[in-house]
């Protein structure tokens, strides 16, 4: 099964500063119709995960452009340009190319 | 408005057998696949299996082979998920999902308690 690695499992942020999480997946993510399924979810405590970038790079309407996702092949980053303090929670990046579907393991953001 | 709505928290016994409902508005049922998530307490996101509501078509990870059962019926436009022999590892809050995870129902608790 495909493995999805996400480092690193927690992140102390300042305030305004940038935070970047890292995606590593065993094996390469182009489905056979050429799309690269990657997605990434954020959730807060008590809430169930949301959706925020799919396909790679691409953001849900309403998540704020501070968001944002790149990367090919096995090895993809969600990068926030400011975080707020909305932004707290943990972050999974989820792959829906190859069966079964899987999450990584999560990364928890915090701010100082 | 997409909504996903799950069945209220259930209590059972090591051994026994629970089944969620997840009833969804808002879009073509049978335009997506409904997947199944666990997230055990403290822990993270872990994929179950899927149904494809327009077939009926399921899979299922190797993990639940053979406890889970995932169900739709389009005449309600709801999702099963069905968890036999029930231990103490499978109380979690347990997600549907709509394809694509766009949209989340609200989970549902399981706790397995003698």
């Known amino acids: 099964d495909l493995v999805l690695t996400q480092t690193p499992l927690s992140s102390l942020v300042t305030l305004g500063q940038p935070a970047s999480i890292s995606c590593n997946s065993s094996q390469g993510l182009v489905h056979r119709d050429g799309t690269t399924y990657l997605s990434w979810l954020h959730q807060r405590p008590g809430q169930p995960p949301r959706l925020i970038i799919y396909k790679i790079s691409n953001r849900l309407s309403g998540v704020p452009e501070r968001f944002s996702g790149s990367g090919a092949g096995t090895d993809f980053t969600l990068k926030i340009s400011r975080v707020e303090p909305e932004d707290v929670g943990v972050y999974y990046c989820?792959?829906?190319?190859?069966?079964?579907?899987?999450f990584g393991q999560g990364t928890k953001l915090e701010i100082k | 408005e997409v909504q996903l709505v799950q069945s209220g928290a259930e209590v059972k016994k090591p051994g026994g057998t629970v089944k969620i409902s997840c009833k969804v508005s808002g879009y073509t049922f049978t335009g997506y696949f409904i997947y199944w998530v666990k997230q055990a307490p403290g822990k993270g996101l872990e994929w179950m299996g899927l149904v494809d509501p327009e077939d009926g078509e399921t899979i299922y990870t190797e993990k639940f082979q053979g406890r889970l059962t995932i169900a739709a019926d389009t005449s309600t436009d709801t999702a099963y998920m069905e968890l036999t022999s029930l231990r103490s590892e499978d109380t979690a809050l347990y997600y549907c999902?709509?394809?694509?995870?766009?949209?989340w129902g609200q989970g549902t608790l399981v706790t397995v308690s003698s």
């Open positions: 989820m792959q829906v190319t190859q069966l079964p579907y899987s």
């Open positions: 999902v709509k394809g694509g995870a766009d949209y």
